[in-house]
């Protein structure tokens, strides 16, 4: 088995609005919880989610998806190796960009020799441009990465066009794992928005939960350790697909009951008939 040294992660998908930065802000979050270390790189200048939560371990690179964004691009895969885990948060419409800088570069080439690893996230969505693209990604890639396929029940509440598709099976065949991210009250959300605006700075949500000081709402910290536990299990189980050969190795994941029949409760059986 090939060990992996370092890791990139690209959710290369043409549409927008699909919590493709919610999430990855939350895999930010469980890589600095479980010490990993990691470098990103935000391409959304509009946003700015990953750069404004991670000043110090995000680069802001504002692209628009012209010709010349290529080079910074380029730039970006060259810089790899400089730490165990690569993220990317990239603006919409930049999946044909990305993939001629990897072809320009044949970066799946290097990435063999140099044992990168590379995992793309894959949003399904209810739409024929969607689910087109999300093919012609794939078709691109093949079996060159690893594939994470992330359910975002608050953007595609439903995805018939996905499930059981030809494309689903594909990606299956080719190893993809699956989480869902599950949707984050408006009142968790209203409560960080103002907690960002006191601060005049982005709050992870890790901190707003674990700093007293900041003074989070005591409901909306509860219903948001819930909402990261859940994701950063999902991640956990998942490890290999996220991180290189020695830093998922080091991780530990909770062995998860498997979901059942609730327990039978026969009537009367705890009653104390005796008195």
Not at 37 to 49: A, H, I, P, S
Not at 169 to 194: D, M, Q, W, Y
Request: hydrophobic share 45%; proline share 5%.
């Amino acid at each position: 088995m090939k060990t992996t040294k370092h890791r990139l992660i690209l959710p290369m998908q043409a549409k927008g609005n699909m919590g493709k930065s919610i999430e990855a802000a939350a895999r930010a979050c469980w890589l600095n919880q479980r010490s990993i270390q990691w470098q990103g790189f935000d391409l959304d200048g509009d946003n700015r989610t990953l750069s404004r939560l991670f000043p110090s371990q995000v680069r802001l690179m504002p692209l628009t998806g012209q010709a010349d964004d290529l080079d910074e691009l380029i730039s970006i895969l060259r810089k790899t190796t400089a730490q165990p885990v690569t993220l990317v948060d990239p603006r919409a419409h930049l999946d044909g960009q990305m993939m001629k800088a990897l072809a320009a570069t044949h970066f799946f080439d290097i990435a063999g020799a140099q044992n990168i690893g590379i995992t793309l996230m894959v949003f399904p969505f209810d739409d024929m441009d969607v689910m087109t693209n999300l093919d012609a990604v794939c078709q691109f890639c093949g079996k060159q990465v690893d594939y994470v396929v992330v359910r975002n029940p608050a953007r595609a509440l439903k995805t018939r066009m996905f499930d059981g598709s030809a494309l689903e099976k594909e990606l299956f065949n080719l190893g993809a794992v699956t989480i869902t991210v599950p949707v984050l009250s408006e009142f968790v959300k209203l409560r960080l928005a103002r907690l960002e605006a006191d601060q005049q700075r982005g709050i992870p949500f890790n901190e707003a939960i674990g700093n007293d000081a900041l003074g989070l709402d005591i409901m909306a910290r509860g219903v948001l350790q819930d909402w990261l536990a859940t994701m950063f299990n999902q991640y956990d189980q998942i490890a290999a697909k996220l991180l290189p050969t020695v830093e998922a190795a080091s991780i530990k994941p909770k062995i998860v009951p498997p979901i059942g029949e609730p327990a039978a409760v026969k009537r009367g059986a705890k009653v104390n008939f005796a008195n």
